[in-house]
C-alpha cells in the first residue's frame, strides 16, 4: 500500500501534457491557454475622454474662477475631418471620443454652462485632466495571460478588446470510462434480483466534462480477464487516460489487475492509504495512465478527485488545479481516522466565527447520496484521534462555502445580499 | 435613478420562468431541475453486504470464544441457484452481493480461518452485523432532488444509481446579444483611427453561457435610431432576453432608450445607483426584459453581475443563486464611495486571519483588464467613507478565494495540499 503523498506523485509524473490547438474565441471558453498571451496592440489604441464633456488647452482654462469665468468658442464637428482645439477654442466630446490635436483636458459636460456656441468655465483645469491616455488599459506587448490560465468569460473579453480572433489551447484530453461487475445494468435496462444499475460510468463521465476533457463511455465489461483485458486496450488506443471501476478489491472476482497485467502494463501502485478509495490501482503503458478505481460509487468519487481529476489538470499544464484547503470548526465529534487517510463528505458554512463543517451523511462507499448535499471534504490524516465539536480541522473546498448568517437586509442600503452557494 | 435593490426587484417581476424540457443525463449537467426528482425504487434493491466475507447466522456464532472456536460448513455457490443458510452453515459473499436467505450477519474475510471447508470463528457476531440493508443509501419514494436545483456530477450518479434516463429540466434562456456605437468593429477588421473592437459581445455571450444560457450573438449596430429599433425588434422576437451594450448615457449619440420607446416597450427604468453601471436601462415588451447596458466593458460586466445574471438564473428558477458575501479586512486603505452603491473589482485572500481584499487594479470603467485577476467585488454602500488598511469591508466572493498561506507540506502527512483558485 503506498501513501495517497506518493500516489498521486507518481501519477503525475505520467500525466504528460497534451498537444496545442488554435480555436476561436468562443470556443475557447473554459480551455487552458497552451501559450502567454501577448497584446498586439495599445488598449486603447488611442488617447481618449473617458467622459461627455469638452475637449480643451488647460492653460486656457489657468485665469478661470467662479467670479471671472473664462469664455471658449466651441467649434463645429466635422464628419471625417479631424479638427485642431487652438487657443481659445474647445470642441465637444463624448465618452470613448479619440482626443482632437491641440486639447490636452477635458471639462466635464456638468462643470460648465454653454450658451450657443461659447463655453463658460468657472474653473482652472491642470493639463492631461480626464485624458484616457494610450494603452491605459493594456500596453502593446505585455503579457495578458498566462499559459495554463483557465480562460473565463473576462479573458474572451480582453482578448476581443485586443482584436484577437483565436487563442491557443491545449487539446482537451479524451477519457475511456469502463465499469466491470456482472451484477451491473445500464439505466433503461430491467434489473434482475441481485443487479444494480451502473452509476459510475455516467458520474464519472460527467465529472470528466466539468474537468474540460472529453468522456468516451465503454459501458459495462462483464467479470472476464479476457473480454476486460480486450476492452482496455481498445480503450488506450482510443484516448489519452482510461478509468474503470469496479474489480480492484480483493474479492474473488477481483479480475482488473490480472487484465492490467495481460496487456502489457506497468503497475504504479495498487491499494492507497486512503479511506474511502483503498483499492485504487494505477498502471501505465504507452505514456498513457489507467485508473483502476473501486466499484463502491462513494469510493469512485473521493478517488478521482484524489488521482484521477489532478491528473486531468495536468494534461491541460492548468496553474493553481488545487482546490483550496481551509481550517474549520467541527459542529459536531467524529470517530478517530484509523490507520489511513479518511475524507469525509461535509457541509461547510460560513458564519460570523468563520467557517465551521459537519458531517454531509452516511459514510459508509457504498451510499453516493449523503454526497449530495455535500461541498467539502473534512480530511483526516492517518491516526487522527476521535475529536470533539469545535475542535479544528482541515477542510477541501469543493465548491464556495454556504452563508449560514444573513446579514440583516439593511445593513447595506439598497444593496442585495446573498446566502447559498453560488455555483454560477 | 432607482436605488440597486428596486432595479433588481422590478426586473426580477419580470423575469418568468421557462417551461421545462425532458433530456437525457448526459445532457442534464449543469441544468438545473424543473420538478423535484423522486426514488422510484430502493438503492440498493435488496439487502446485500459491505464487504468480502462470510454469510451466517449470528446465533450460529454466538458461543465463539478464541479459545473455543465455532466451526461452520462452507456451502458451495451455485450458479443461478438461490442458497438458504441453515444452521451450522456459512456461504461465501463478497462486497455487493444480495444477502442469502437464513443468514443476518457477515463475517469479514479477515477475521475467519478457512480451513478446506470449514470456517473457523473465534468470536461472536450480533444479528445484523455488516448488512447494508435495502434502501440504505436511497429509500423509494423520498425526493432525491428538489426542483431548482443545479444538476452536477454527483446528482448524475444518484439518478443513474435510481436507473433514471431522463430528467425535467428548465429550457435554456436564449439570450441576444447587441452592441452600438459607430465606433465600433469586430475581431478580425482592420481598425480606422478613432475605432476600437467590440469586447462587450463576446463578454457577454461568454457571460451568458457560463450561466447555462444560450447567447445569440447579433453583431454590431450602428448609431441610427431606425436601425437601432429595428435590430432589438428583431432581436426579440428571436430571444427570450435581449442585452444591448452602449448608447445608454446622456451624451449626443445615445439613442437606445429613443430605439426602446419606438419599439413600444416600457422602460422600468433608466439609471441605476451603482458605480461602475450607472447608465443601465431596463425595459419590457411581450413578457421579455431588454437590458440596455452602459458601452464601457467594466460598466458593462458589472452591471450584467448585478442585474442580468440574477434574471436568467430566475428564469430557471434556481435556488440559491445568490453568490455569497463575506466580511473581509481591507490590505490597503480606499477612498470614499460616493453618492451611489460603489463595487471595486478585488483579490480576496483566505489567510491565517480569516480573509484579506485589495483591489484588484484601476478601477476605470473604460477598464477591463483589471478583473483579469478579480476573484470578488467590494461592496460599497452609498456614503461609505474613505477607509483605511484593516478595516472591514463587505465582500462578494465571485470564484472560491485564493490561499494565501500554503501550510507546511508535513503538517498533514501524506495529504497533499493546495494553494491558488480552484475553479473547477
Redesign the interface.
Known amino acids: 500500500m503506498v501513501?495517497?503523498?506518493d500516489a498521486?506523485t507518481l501519477v503525475l509524473e505520467h500525466a504528460f501534457p497534451l498537444e496545442a490547438e488554435r480555436v476561436f474565441?468562443?470556443d475557447s471558453?473554459g480551455r487552458v491557454t497552451a501559450a502567454p498571451v501577448l497584446a498586439p496592440m495599445n488598449?486603447?489604441?488611442?488617447e481618449?475622454s473617458?467622459l461627455?464633456g469638452y475637449a480643451v488647452r488647460a492653460e486656457d482654462t489657468f485665469a478661470a474662477s467662479p467670479e471671472q469665468p473664462v469664455t471658449l468658442a466651441v467649434l463645429a464637428k466635422t464628419k471625417g475631418k479631424s479638427i485642431y482645439v487652438k487657443s481659445g477654442t474647445c470642441i465637444?466630446i463624448?465618452?470613448?471620443?479619440?482626443f482632437p490635436r491641440g486639447a490636452d483636458a477635458v471639462v466635464p459636460q456638468e462643470k460648465v454652462l454653454r450658451v450657443g456656441n461659447l463655453l463658460f468655465l468657472h474653473n482652472p483645469l491642470p493639463p492631461e485632466a480626464n485624458v484616457?491616455s494610450a494603452g491605459?488599459?493594456?500596453r502593446r506587448g505585455t503579457t495578458?495571460?498566462e499559459k495554463g490560465t483557465?480562460i473565463?468569460?473576462?479573458?474572451?473579453?480582453?482578448?476581443?478588446?485586443?482584436?484577437?480572433?483565436r487563442v491557443d489551447v491545449f487539446k482537451k484530453p479524451r477519457v475511456a470510462v469502463l465499469a466491470t461487475?456482472s451484477?451491473l445494468?445500464p439505466?433503461?435496462e430491467r434489473?434482475s434480483?441481485?443487479?444494480?444499475?451502473?452509476?459510475?460510468?455516467?458520474?464519472?463521465?460527467?465529472?470528466i466534462?466539468?474537468?474540460?476533457a472529453v468522456p468516451n463511455p465503454f459501458g459495462i465489461v462483464g467479470d472476464s480477464t479476457e473480454a476486460l483485458a480486450c476492452s482496455l486496450e481498445k480503450a488506450l488506443e482510443q484516448s489519452d487516460l482510461v478509468i474503470s471501476t469496479g474489480g480492484v478489491?480483493?474479492?474473488?472476482?477481483d479480475l482488473v489487475a490480472g487484465a492490467i497485467k495481460k496487456i502489457g502494463a506497468h503497475i504504479l501502485f495498487w491499494r492507497v492509504?486512503m479511506k474511502p478509495g483503498t483499492p485504487a490501482l494505477a498502471a501505465v503503458k504507452n505514456k498513457k495512465l489507467f485508473f483502476c478505481l473501486p466499484?463502491?460509487?462513494a469510493a469512485a468519487?473521493v478517488s478521482f478527485e484524489?488521482l484521477v481529476?489532478?491528473c486531468l489538470?495536468a494534461k491541460v499544464s492548468?496553474?493553481?488545479?488545487?482546490?483550496?484547503?481551509?481550517s474549520a470548526l467541527l459542529e459536531h465529534s467524529i470517530p478517530a481516522a484509523g490507520s489511513q487517510?479518511r475524507f469525509m463528505r461535509a457541509i461547510c458554512s460560513?458564519g460570523k466565527e468563520?467557517f465551521t463543517v459537519r458531517s454531509a451523511g452516511?459514510e459508509?462507499?457504498?451510499?453516493?447520496?449523503s454526497?449530495?448535499d455535500?461541498n467539502a471534504l473534512i480530511?483526516l490524516?492517518?491516526?487522527t484521534p476521535a475529536l470533539e465539536a469545535g475542535e479544528k480541522v482541515?477542510v477541501?473546498?469543493l465548491?464556495?462555502?454556504?452563508?449560514q448568517e444573513v446579514?440583516a437586509p439593511h445593513s447595506?442600503?439598497?444593496?442585495?445580499?446573498?446566502?447559498?452557494?453560488?455555483?454560477?
Open positions: 501513501s495517497l503523498k498521486l474565441l468562443p471558453l488598449v486603447p489604441p488611442f481618449r473617458p461627455d465637444r463624448l465618452t470613448g471620443d479619440p484616457a491605459e488599459d493594456i495578458v495571460v483557465l473565463e468569460a473576462i479573458h474572451i473579453g480582453i482578448f476581443s478588446s485586443l482584436g484577437l480572433q461487475g451484477e445494468k439505466c433503461g434489473l434480483f441481485g443487479q444494480i444499475y451502473d452509476c459510475n460510468t455516467p458520474m464519472l463521465c460527467a465529472l466534462s466539468e474537468c474540460a478489491s480483493v474479492g474473488d472476482d492509504a466499484g463502491n460509487p468519487y484524489q481529476r489532478p489538470l492548468l496553474k493553481n488545479w488545487q482546490r483550496p484547503e481551509i487517510n460560513l468563520g452516511l459508509r462507499s457504498g451510499v453516493l447520496s454526497f449530495r455535500a480530511c490524516p492517518a491516526g482541515t477541501r473546498l465548491s464556495l462555502p454556504r452563508q446579514l447595506l442600503s439598497g444593496l442585495t445580499l446573498s446566502c447559498g452557494t453560488g455555483t454560477f
